[in-house]
């Protein structure tokens, strides 16, 4: 996949005039967060529903955020080990074992537990967090860039006032 991105050059500048960098985080993860809002709402209207399902009902839990469950984050670590990201936001499926197994299917198997021996035809995939992403990267990036800009613009003048009021 290539990407293309023009101006973030000059919004990276940006962040850069900002001194403190808890707060040029803040901005990133603000944008980031507004801007894969869409695509997460994208992902849960593709996702399967099942009404039958009450507190793991995937189509819900789909989320935008900074943070991973227990299990999410150690694949993330085995992934990204040595990656010093300054700033991460997630869209994906909250803690439900069953989200990798809806978008990539199950081969055929052998159950075991309760209906150990029995065999399961496995399940065909329903994806719904690629077909999000394939449809929404190009629109994502730049939602991306315009909500840097608005934050920074809004950042910069919170900034000046509070220099200006201590001054």
């Given at each position: 996949?290539?990407?293309?991105?023009?101006?973030?050059?000059?919004?990276?500048?940006?962040?850069?005039?900002?001194e403190?960098?808890?707060?040029?985080?803040?901005?990133?993860?603000?944008?980031?967060k507004?801007?894969?809002?869409?695509?997460?709402?994208?992902a849960?209207?593709?996702?399967?529903?099942?009404?039958?399902?009450?507190?793991?009902?995937?189509?819900?839990?789909?989320?935008?955020?900074?943070?991973?469950?227990?299990?999410?984050?150690?694949?993330?670590?085995?992934?990204?080990?040595?990656?010093?990201?300054?700033?991460?936001?997630?869209?994906?499926?909250?803690?439900?074992?069953?989200?990798?197994?809806?978008?990539?299917?199950?081969?055929?198997?052998?159950?075991?537990?309760?209906?150990?021996?029995?065999?399961?035809?496995?399940?065909?995939?329903?994806?719904?967090?690629?077909?999000?992403w394939?449809?929404?990267?190009?629109?994502?990036?730049?939602?991306?860039?315009?909500?840097?800009?608005?934050?920074?613009?809004?950042?910069?003048?919170?900034?000046?006032?509070?220099?200006?009021?201590?001054?």
């Open positions: 996949m290539d990407v293309k991105l023009q101006g973030f050059a000059d919004l990276d500048r940006a962040l850069q005039d900002i403190k960098q808890a707060t040029r985080k803040a901005v990133l993860r603000r944008a980031l507004k801007a894969a809002e869409p695509m997460a709402a994208l849960a209207s593709m996702a399967p529903d099942d009404p039958s399902t009450t507190g793991f009902d995937l189509r819900k839990s789909i989320k935008v955020g900074p943070r991973l469950s227990r299990s999410q984050k150690k694949a993330h670590r085995k992934m990204f080990r040595d990656d010093k990201a300054a700033v991460e936001m997630f869209v994906g499926a909250g803690p439900l074992p069953q989200a990798g197994f809806v978008e990539f299917g199950t081969s055929p198997h052998i159950n075991g537990g309760k209906f150990a021996g029995t065999s399961h035809p496995g399940t065909s995939p329903r994806p719904f967090m690629r077909p999000a394939d449809q929404d990267k190009g629109p994502l990036l730049d939602r991306l860039g315009e909500e840097i800009a608005a934050d920074l613009a809004k950042t910069a003048a919170r900034i000046a006032r509070k220099a200006a009021q201590g001054a």
